[in-house]
């Protein structure tokens, strides 16, 4: 597999902010200054990144709760998803979405989603407004264990198949809906139920960026090519809890420190392109810390900016009314 | 202007804008009706009602798409299609099978624009059928839209007739935010004058069917056809009524409610669906607390009782209002007044 050098290190970079945003909101949000709740996506960057390195802004993705790793592969800016974050006027929704509904259509980012199941709808729609406006887009769906068993995800699967839309459906499967585990929760195989509809069916290790790059690399070509949809299911863990604040009484003792110690896909990208000589080790560093330095910026000018003025209240619940 | 039915008026609606925009497009359970039969015919049934009836003949299988019977893949497909850069139309048959694809309304389509701080645009426009007086019973007859007046986000459309249908039709489709547009199915067969060409009636603009000095009667949907039979025998008796179609519950025409009140004194509001937390009951809040100094006798609400929608059609009738409901509500607060100055 040949992956150029720019691509290598746009990704990096991507896994290294969304690592580091998150990281930093779990601090941040223990100090009690961030409203509501946050989900981190820590453990899970090289999925999002290794999907969305095939994308360009005109594909739409559909995210979830757990939405801020998808936003930053798409490609959204970290300052404003931090005002958002903490209710800013500055946010990219003005403060009136928060972690859950942090979006922007004018990248093909169509929202994170606070409804378990509500993006692969959605991305039906997406795709069909690739299909039928003929702009070579794709659509993907990213959506969780949990949602696999929403009987929206399975309406859309066969929905999907049944107008031969270019639909991607990324299943990010970290064990875990909330607090029960995947494998008491979901019957049968994903596998199977992917090809109960007829659609092809690929998996791949979510820690491991190439493996995740590679095998969205062919859905996506797939989807694009007038193919049909496909799912993809990823195999991942998340580090935190469902949400921060969640004590995980349902992990065993140790089985988040052995994740953190045996499958980090930062820790395992640089051991990867260091040994087959496709980056240095200076570039990883030099962009470990510039994202530093780019979050450190985003939390201090998310702190400091303008709470939403009381008008904005009532505005735009409608385009004229 | 020729005589169309509501249904006609309903198609010509789609058709015109179909042909403007080409962003236009149907989806819905047999808005085609055929695909993959055995007789070929793909165009058969044009959805249960034969509403869409021609439209993918004329415009194919891109721009009229049968989906599987799966609301809430195809519901959602529309917003998010809608959020994309298509305008949908999405038909939800009977509308109480918004049980299974409320999610993709409530809290998707409805939300993005102020969720999404100002930056999505969601032109989407779902039609379903509503009412009584089919003996389809209690699971193909509600009357659901407070439901949908209730969310944020949404625009609600009832059309009382063929002539108020097209142009509201062709309103919403323009519209870009999500617009709930309830065809009464007892009207579908109901025919009057409409212009051939196409023309728009504003949200938020009541129309006055009838004007009068001694009661406003704010009716929706269907039940606009039953104030008005109950106002012109009621004329006949020397009562001379109002009757206020808001048109859309929401936006709602508050402004021309309140007028109308300050002008009569005295209030019936006529509602075809559920009476708790119904447009009869808004509209009742709206005007004691807007209004209170102009009434001459407390409001009365016209609505079912809170009870299912039943079959049995000696029930049903029992159920609905109707134009005698109508004026008996409207000599007790005839009545009312009389008894103050006795």
Request: glycine share 10%; proline share 5%.
């Amino acid at each position: 597999m040949q992956i150029a050098r720019e691509v290598l290190l746009r990704s990096y970079r991507a896994m290294r902010t969304i690592r580091d945003f998150e990281e930093r909101l779990h601090v941040e949000f223990a100090t009690g200054e961030i409203p509501g709740f946050v989900h981190l996506y820590c453990g899970e960057e090289a999925s999002g990144v290794g999907v969305c390195a095939h994308l360009t802004d005109t594909d739409t993705i559909a995210s979830t709760h757990r939405g801020h790793g998808h936003c930053i592969a798409k490609g959204v800016g970290v300052d404003g998803m931090m005002a958002e974050i903490y209710g800013k006027k500055t946010g990219l929704c003005r403060g009136k979405g928060g972690s859950m509904h942090i979006a922007d259509l004018s990248l093909g980012m169509l929202g994170a989603n606070g409804i378990v199941g509500g993006g692969p709808p959605l991305i039906c729609g997406a795709a069909l407004s690739h299909k039928l406006l003929k702009d070579n887009g794709v659509a993907v769906a990213f959506y969780g264990d949990g949602a696999s068993n929403e009987g929206s995800t399975l309406e859309s699967l066969n929905l999907a198949t049944v107008w031969n839309l270019p639909a991607v459906f990324v299943l990010e499967d970290n064990g875990y809906g909330e607090a029960t585990a995947s494998s008491y929760a979901c019957a049968g195989s994903q596998k199977a139920r992917a090809a109960g509809f007829g659609m092809p069916y690929l998996e791949c290790d979510g820690s491991d960026f190439f493996s995740v790059y590679e095998t969205a690399g062919e859905a996506i070509a797939h989807a694009r090519s007038g193919k049909g949809p496909i799912m993809v299911h990823v195999h991942l863990a998340r580090w935190y809890g469902h949400f921060e604040g969640d004590a995980m009484t349902y992990r065993a003792n140790g089985e988040v420190a052995k994740l953190r110690a045996e499958k980090d896909c930062l820790v395992r990208f640089r051991k990867q392109v260091e040994e087959f000589s496709l980056l240095e080790a200076a570039d990883l560093d030099a962009i470990d810390g510039s994202v530093r330095a780019e979050i450190e910026a985003a939390v201090i000018g998310a702190k400091a900016a303008p709470v939403p003025e009381p008008a904005e209240l009532l505005e735009d619940v409608y385009v004229n009314y | 202007m020729s005589r169309k039915s509501f249904r006609q008026a309903i198609n010509e609606a789609l058709r015109q804008e179909m042909l403007r925009d080409p962003r236009v497009i149907l989806m819905g359970e047999d808005v085609a009706g055929g695909q993959g039969g055995s007789s070929g015919v793909s165009d058969a049934w044009g959805g249960v009602l034969g509403v869409t009836k021609g439209l993918y003949t004329e415009f194919g299988p891109d721009r009229v798409l049968d989906t599987p019977i799966s609301e809430a893949s195809y519901v959602g497909a529309a917003a998010g299609a809608a959020a994309t850069g298509l305008r949908p139309v999405a038909e939800v048959m009977f509308i109480d099978f918004v049980g299974c694809c409320l999610d993709q309304i409530m809290n998707q389509a409805a939300k993005f624009r102020y969720m999404f701080g100002g930056k999505a645009r969601t032109p989407l426009v779902i039609r379903g059928m509503y009412g009584a007086g089919f003996s389809a019973a209690a699971q193909h007859s509600q009357a659901l839209y407070p439901l949908f007046t209730h969310i944020p986000g949404l625009k609600v459309v009832i059309p009382s007739s063929p002539y108020e249908a097209k142009g509201l039709l062709i309103e919403a489709i323009r519209d870009d935010d999500p617009v709930i547009f309830l065809e009464n199915k007892v009207m579908y067969d109901d025919e009057e004058d409409v212009p051939d060409e196409p023309y728009t009636i504003p949200f938020g603009e009541a129309n006055l069917t009838r004007e009068g000095e001694d009661v406003t009667i704010v009716a929706f949907g269907r039940m606009v056809n039953f104030a008005n039979q109950a106002a012109d025998k009621l004329a006949k008796e020397g009562i001379s009524c109002t009757v206020v179609d808001p048109r859309t519950t929401s936006p709602l025409d508050s402004d021309t409610i309140l007028d109308c009140v300050a002008d009569t004194g005295r209030l019936v509001i006529v509602d075809e669906s559920s009476p708790r937390c119904n447009m009869a009951t808004d509209v009742a809040a709206l005007v004691a607390e807007e209004a209170f100094d102009a009434l001459k006798a407390p409001i009365r609400r016209v609505t079912p009782p809170h009870t299912p929608v039943p079959f049995a059609s000696i029930l049903e009738d029992l159920y609905m209002p109707n134009p005698a409901k109508i004026e008996a509500a409207v000599r007790s607060v005839m009545g009312y007044k009389a008894k103050q100055e006795a």
